[in-house]
C-alpha cells in the first residue's frame, strides 16, 4: 500500500511542477519576457493560449472530469 501512496504523491507533485512551469512560460511569452523567433505578434497569442488551457485542465482536473 505505501507503494501507491508515495506513487499518487509523486504524480501529485510531478503535474503540479507542470502546471507552475507551463503558467510560468505563458506568463512570460505574453509580457514578453521570452519569444519564438519570427512570429511576433503571435508569442502574445500562444502564451494567452498557454494559460488559458492549464487554467481549464486545473479546473478539469479538480472537479475530476
Known amino acids: 500500500m505505501a507503494r501507491k501512496e508515495g506513487s499518487k504523491i509523486l504524480n501529485f507533485v510531478v503535474w503540479l511542477t507542470g502546471v ?6 505563458g506568463f512570460a511569452l505574453i509580457n514578453g519576457g521570452i519569444a519564438v523567433p519570427y512570429i511576433g505578434i503571435a508569442n502574445v497569442i500562444a502564451g494567452y493560449v498557454v494559460v488559458v488551457t492549464i487554467v481549464l485542465g486545473v479546473v478539469l482536473a479538480l472537479l475530476k472530469i
Open 20 to 25: 507552475i512551469v507551463s503558467l510560468a512560460v
